[in-house]
């Protein structure tokens, strides 16, 4: 775990973050599975890493918890914060913006 999520483990309730909640995302069952859900996740990186303006460093979501839900964050590198909520309607998860600026800058 990294250090700044062992500090805020409690993600959930807290104001005091540099991340955005990313809340009631999802795609049209007709489009599912076409990609687009990716290439909305990838366009909301980008906009947070543009000069970040926000100073954010991390985006969080609270997904369903089924395995195709579950299965498309992890394809989009968001990971489990906690395994607290495993047997919870939603698990929390967050993407690292810096990370994937600094594999963005490797390239």
Known sequence: MEPFLQVYSNLKRRKDNPAVKIGRFGVNRKYQKTGIGTELLTYIKMFFLDNNKTGCR???????????????????????????????????????????ADSANKT
């Open 58 to 100: 991390f985006i969080t979501l609270d997904a369903y918890n089924t395995p195709e839900t579950i299965s498309f964050y992890e394809k989009n590198s968001f990971i489990f914060l906690t395994e607290t909520d495993k047997n919870e309607k939603t698990r929390l998860m967050y993407f690292n913006l810096k990370r994937f």
